[in-house]
């Protein structure tokens, strides 16, 4: 039997290995000119590292008005730019092309739209990819493990050097919004109404399990080298597997059923163990596509960042408590050169020595035991109480019913925990599958409905 | 940071090399004893490959009685071995322990219970890791594209020689409930009642694309080595993330979320890139367990047969009329020894030259298209015909809402595909997220709901 995928997996791995032989490290990862701001404040992270300076790589759209009170912050997805929409610098169109412009969902005649690359990332912002200024050479895995809030940290050091005080709104889709959600809860005052699509509170462990699995088969890749590739082949199997799994959930069942069906892509020929069915060669050419643009480690480390997403107050007081500590040690060991970078051996975690186990009543749970499900028993308090600074703000919020990534009952969570907060304007929308079954690219390709609602809500 | 869940797996290879070196290729897959059967009749394949002899791995439990009516035919999912239920032979519960027995759902009492291995598998019966007698040698990936309909055509084979010429019921849940229909299409004279739980008459393009990447994921193990790995270390590796993959759609969101929430396996530890929440060191316990279990080779070629899998009239003829061709083909052949070998590169197949691109319409499409599901439209006139021989057969399908591997739209499917064909014996039930958040793993648990239907049905 012949292998395909395979030949093409390693005729790449060859292609990579002359090339890098030829010409030396392999390009760092762009999607084109940005404007650029340098940091060098440090930052100090939720999980006790510091980044001494940093990059933040954006781009911006419209102008920004006299009192300065016309801005919107865009947020991205896991791995895109801050490349939302086409730029003079960089004509190609950008991941929001049809939702950004006069007259659009974020109308660039009213509001000046600003978009980031997160820090983690590789578009220009300092991610796991960049040099530690410390011993000038590449962070890899000894870049410190992130959260969302210390990306949305950065990015309002990025609001005040634009001389920002107040932003019109802040607004994104999937992991944008939830980072949407963040910026409002940790900058109320900062933040003028809150645009939460597809996103959650407090991420699920379906969601956890997802990502685990990308993690896992980038890991495995011997090329990732555990994240000391730079220069060398990078592990851009493990990329495509990852990106595979993604794709699986980006999508719904019921557009697949419609647009692949059972169609083989070559009918006349015997199956075979490589992609052979439609649905496969979509899945294979999204890895394709995917599997040397962005970098291992950012996937990895942004990836990580949106497990530990909770808004829910224990988690928020958690942080508090332990970023004072951390501040304390930081300002007693000021002139201590250490104290800037995290105990090398501080993020190691050895498993549980005993593994899970079924439990074994678990028959009677199935037969007996009143299962409630989020959906049934509304927003636990912890999180009504966490996203409490919200009270006030004006807030859309959407999901869409064919999203198995990011389910409907967990946008239907956030709009409830916000109007248990006493928040009164609250705007929930979902889309049924009459309206998409695009599941949760939904947020990408539905101008009408989702661009509708976010323009109208805008005003 | 450290890697401990990539030092377990360096770990493994190097105990495995050491045992290789030692004591030659690695002990063969087993569950326990079983009897066996061996065919000395060759079997042809759907798709041209020709098994000259083979094994049958099975195991009963009852009796059978004096006009041979009583005879339950019990079909495995993927990965399960004949071992349904403990045996004298062998004490070790099996895998569905608590639904045979007298007066389970199964009751042995009334009824002859057989269970086999499936051919392909790894269990004792003929797979990928058997000798092929035409060489003596393993038979790896060399071994021919397998259907259910051909794992069928073997199990009556055993029926013959177990002198059962018609089954009292075909009984199976997951690939055992496509493999249950199966056996009532082929042979619909041989199949008294039919009982298929939480299966498919037909694969969705979804489940291709988690079975897709399970494949990949194995295949790209270094390990894998095109599977000839027999006497070598085995993709150890491959398998565990394969089987992660899996589980991630065995259980379901809601239940998840009740059984581990966000916690993490020690909160005291700072967070890590290896296992780190209670719902990573789950799927990392699950691949753990399996993948030195179950034959790599055996998981491509199941699982690639489940994707073939439809009872649509159409296939159904165009697999009749591909077996005819062959069947003449062997005749005139018939002292030519290649005959009986698929020829070795013609499951070969490359990729589209082009690969599938987006519309560029999709946004027309998401905002106006008329949608319809297989759940809104009914079942294609396609499958009503290809289900037509089991008009007159009692039958009882089961579907579970939380199942996301096999959606309860299938099983409906099913249902009404069988009352278009004619059927009136039909009972289809559906168990609701109040009655389980087990998803597809609830044929294994639950006792009462689904058990009890069983036992109802079958009288």
Redesign the interface.
């Known amino acids: ?6 030949d ?2 390693e005729s790449r791995s060859a292609t990579l290995e002359a090339r890098s032989d030829s010409s030396g490290p392999e390009p760092s990862y762009t999607t084109g000119a940005t404007l650029k701001y340098r940091c060098r404040e440090p930052l100090l992270l939720d ?2 590292g510091v980044l001494r300076e940093f990059d933040i790589a954006y781009e911006t759209w419209g102008s920004l008005n006299a009192d300065r009170s016309n801005a919107i912050l865009l947020h991205t997805g896991l791995s895109a730019s801050s490349h939302a929409h086409s730029t003079e610098a960089n004509p190609q169109p950008g991941w929001w092309e ?1 939702f950004i412009g006069p007259g659009r969902a974020l109308d660039t005649e009213k509001y000046f739209v600003i978009c980031t690359n997160v820090i983690g990332g590789c578009y220009g912002s300092t991610g796991p990819s960049s040099i530690d200024p410390a011993d000038g050479q590449i962070y890899a ?2 870049f410190p ?1 992130l959260t969302m809030e210390d990306m949305v940290r950065a990015q309002f050091r990025l609001l005040d050097s634009l001389g920002v005080d107040k932003l019109y709104a802040s607004v994104g889709s999937s992991m944008g919004g939830m980072l949407s959600l963040a910026s409002g809860v940790l900058f109320p005052e900062r933040v003028g109404s809150i645009v939460s699509i597809s996103g959650c509170a ?5 969601s ?3 990502r ?2 990308q ?3 980038l ?4 090329n990732w080298n ?2 000391f590739y730079y220069g060398r082949v990078p592990p851009h ?2 990329m495509k ?1 990852a990106r ?2 993604a794709t ?1 959930t980006y999508r719904s ?2 557009e ?3 647009r ?3 169609r083989r ?2 009918p006349s ?17 999204a890895g ?1 596509k995917f599997c040397l643009t962005y970098d291992p480690n950012s996937l ?1 480390y942004v990836s ?1 960042a949106m ?2 997403f ?1 808004l829910g107050q224990q988690n928020r007081l958690a942080t508090a408590a332990r970023r004072a500590e951390r501040e304390a040690a930081l300002r007693t060991r000021a002139d201590d050169a250490n104290a800037l970078s995290p105990d ?9 020595d005993r ?3 079924e439990q074994p009543d ?2 009677d749970r ?3 035991a009143p ?5 049934d028993s509304g927003p636990p308090e912890d999180l009504v109480q966490g996203l409490a600074p919200l009270r006030n703000h004006r807030a859309l919020v959407m999901g869409v019913a064919s999203d ?1 990534l990011f ?1 409907a009952w967990q946008q239907r969570e956030i709009a409830e925990a916000l109007e248990r907060a006493g928040n009164r304007h609250v705007s929930h929308y979902e889309l049924s ?2 309206h ?3 599941g949760h690219d ?1 947020f990408l ?5 989702v661009g509708g609602r976010v323009k109208e809500f805008l005003g």
């Open positions: 039997m012949a292998f395909p995928c395979l093409a997996i999980w006790g049809n895995t000894r493990i407090r991420s699920h462990p379906y956890i399990a997802i685990h699995t993690r896992q088969v890991m495995m890749d011997p555990r994240g199997a493990g597997l595979e799994i699986v069942g019921p697949w059923e419609q692949f069906g059972r892509a070559d020929k015997p199956p075979a163990l490589c992609p052979d069915f439609l649905i496969e060669t979509y899945l294979d050419h394709e990895l990580k497990d530990l909770d090398p051996g501080s993020c190691t975690l050895t498993l549980p593994p899970y186990e678990v028959d199935a037969a007996s299962t409630t499900t989020a959906a198995i389910p599958e009459e998409s079954l695009f939904t390709l539905d101008v009408k409905n």
